[in-house]
């Protein structure tokens, strides 16, 4: 009887000793991670810019977890009914959660067909389409402020048969205050480094023209999740057999924006998924034309306009 060895190999080996701090994630071929971080331009490039980015770690102050479910029946009022049941028990034990409250957010009530077969004897079967019941679909919506609960209502969810969480959304009360918290900070240090390039420089901004362009973004957690498979694989080589492969499990885990492009973070340590606010601003400065600034020193001074037929007309020149 023969036997052959079989060899394990990694589908991918970074480094000949695997760092257990690293975590599976390093099994992917070729890790990604897409560039979600701010950045704003201006259409045309000038000569100088300066830029400021700023990241809230934000902890949610509420939050809304979504499930679906879907019952059927012989009748309108058997699949309501039933399905009424089923959320019932939610319902109550909501009501005994002060920080917690509920909705019930109808989505579907459509009939349901089936078919069956008529026989026949000298020709085929034939199928015909019959009302078989009604599907009844709602969606349940959840808002809670302690993250630990989810654990509880996904329990009695479960209990009523209903596995279904669709989603869990996040939610911050004052996201204004953030926002200048943020923008506070990030126009303290554009003004420092305006400074220093002028003190270092030895230029004055008095003569630049100037603009300056802002904005917002926010990342909430469930845009954050990425997809990864860590595995094994087999070194024997193959020759005209049928393989039947394992079906290889997909697991998620949460990414945040990395820091590493930001001037400063408030909140840079926290273990939970967060609201990420980010804020960035860019002032350019360019050097005025010799005309712009010889206007500007001597408004008063006007140009006029020789018609062909020798009128004269003053122009009015944009500053």
Known sequence: MKKYLITAVLLLVIHTSFSQVAGNINYLNNVYYPDNNIDFKFRNNEEIIFEVKGLSNIKA??????????????????????LKNRIEAIQEYIKTKTNASIYIDMISFVPVYDYIIEKKIFSKNTYNEIPKGFELQKNIHIKYTNPEMLNEIINICSKSEIYDLVKVDYFINDLEKKKRELTEKALTIIKTKLGNYQEII??????????????????YPREMYKKFQAYSNTSLKFKRTRRNEVKKATKLYYQPIVEKEFDFVINSSYIEPVIQLMYQIKIK???????????????????????????????????
């Not at 499930?67 to 009914?81: C, I, L, P, R, Y």
């Not at 001074?301 to 003053?314: F, H, M, Q, S, V």
């Open 285 to 319: 400065v360019a050097p005025k034309t010799e005309e712009k600034k010889r206007i500007e020193r001597n408004p008063e001074t006007k140009y006029i306009l020789i018609t062909p037929k020798g009128d004269l007309k003053n122009l009015a020149l944009i500053k």
């Open 202 to 219: 030895g230029v004055d901004f008095i003569d630049y023209k100037k603009k300056m362009i802002e904005g917002f973004t926010v990342k």
């Open 61 to 82: 102050d509420s939050y809304v977890a979504i499930f679906n479910v879907t019952q059927t029946g012989k009748t309108s009022e058997e699949a309501n009914q039933l």
